[in-house]
């Protein structure tokens, strides 16, 4: 849960985040915080000091269109950054809650992605829905219900990810996109409170207050039983239900990534045997 003074949290961590030969200030080595001065933003923002503390301290809650995209400016906040200062600045936000339920159509459009891991997430990173593939691509994990925790809170994850820190830094970006999307999203609130209790390195990142919706980037996995994998990942935007992403893993055709993807589908496949025997054998299907 953020605190009464969201944009003031934010400005500072975000602050500390530009070193001074970022906007080529000097660095006389002799700084008490890290990152920029107050004073050194203001000037870079052509605001008065005295304007942005009172806006870092929360005396000022009502900036302009034009103090804000000066001072995103002068923190050299990309778009999904600057559009969260602006949310924050103009106190501007969605009313529409994010979706949990996964229509019928984007099931059936998901299951019949046979060739590759796809998967649907929420706004607060829960998997509300899986193909085989994906099933079987994160099988080592103790649950498969919510990225977040797997990353954080599964200690599977850091054999899985070739590169855990990047990958924890993402989704955690990630997170802070939805939570910017869906400021009052009472599942976001409850996974961040968990996570905040339970994962010191999630807090840590988490104050950093990185805004960085994860659209597509490549990664690289270790699987126990297929071995590394480098996959090319997409987030699409389901527009029909807010908040919601179909997640998809590809590999170049000929790659040792589509490679990989083959060995994943024999292993998915009999999994979904073996499934599909003690479902059989419950029903009492078979008979000795």
């Known amino acids: 849960?953020?605190?009464?003074?969201?944009?003031?949290?934010?400005?500072?961590?975000?602050?500390?985040?530009?070193?001074?030969?970022?906007?080529g200030l000097p660095d006389d080595g002799a700084r008490r915080v890290p990152g920029l001065r107050r004073d050194e933003v203001a000037l870079l923002a052509g605001v008065s000091m005295d304007y942005y503390i009172r806006l870092e301290q929360g005396r000022e809650r009502h900036p302009s269109e034009q103090v804000l995209r000066a001072i995103a400016g002068a923190l050299r906040l990309d778009g999904a950054a600057a559009a969260h200062l602006f949310r924050l600045g103009l106190s501007v936000f969605g009313t529409t809650a994010a979706a949990t339920t996964v229509a019928p159509e984007l099931l059936r459009l998901m299951e019949g992605m046979r060739e590759v891991?796809?998967?649907?997430?929420?706004?607060?990173?829960?998997?509300?829905?899986?193909?085989?593939?994906?099933?079987?691509?994160?099988?080592?994990?103790?649950?498969?219900?919510?990225?977040?925790?797997?990353?954080?809170?599964?200690?599977?994850?850091?054999?899985?990810?070739?590169?855990?820190?990047?990958?924890?830094?993402?989704?955690?970006?990630?997170?802070?996109?939805?939570?910017?999307?869906?400021?009052?999203?009472?599942?976001?609130?409850?996974?961040v409170g968990e996570l905040s209790v339970r994962s010191p390195a999630f807090t840590g990142l988490w104050a950093r207050y990185e805004v960085?919706?994860?659209?597509?980037?490549?990664?690289?996995?270790?699987?126990?039983?297929?071995?590394?994998?480098?996959?090319?990942?997409?987030?699409?935007?389901?527009?029909?239900?807010?908040?919601?992403?179909?997640?998809?893993?590809?590999?170049?055709?000929?790659?040792?990534?589509?490679?990989?993807?083959?060995?994943?589908?024999?292993?998915?496949?009999?999994?979904?045997?073996?499934?599909?025997?003690a479902t059989a054998a419950e029903k009492g299907e078979f008979r000795s």
């Open 1 to 23: 849960m953020e605190s009464e003074n969201a944009l003031g949290d934010y400005l500072r961590a975000r602050r500390a985040a530009v070193a001074p030969a970022d906007v």
């Open 117 to 191: 891991p796809a998967f649907v997430v929420g706004a607060a990173q829960d998997v509300l829905a899986a193909n085989a593939m994906a099933r079987a691509l994160y099988g080592g994990f103790a649950r498969y219900d919510n990225l977040l925790r797997m990353i954080f809170l599964d200690p599977f994850a850091r054999e899985f990810y070739a590169d855990w820190d990047h990958a924890a830094r993402i989704a955690v970006g990630n997170l802070r996109a939805s939570s910017s999307q869906f400021p009052r999203d009472e599942r976001i609130e409850r996974v």
């Open 212 to 277: 960085r919706p994860r659209t597509h980037e490549d990664k690289r996995f270790r699987h126990p039983q297929v071995g590394e994998m480098r996959l090319h990942f997409e987030a699409l935007a389901v527009t029909s239900a807010p908040g919601q992403h179909l997640s998809v893993y590809s590999a170049e055709p000929g790659s040792a990534g589509a490679d990989a993807l083959v060995l994943l589908g024999r292993l998915s496949e009999r999994e979904g045997a073996v499934a599909d025997q």
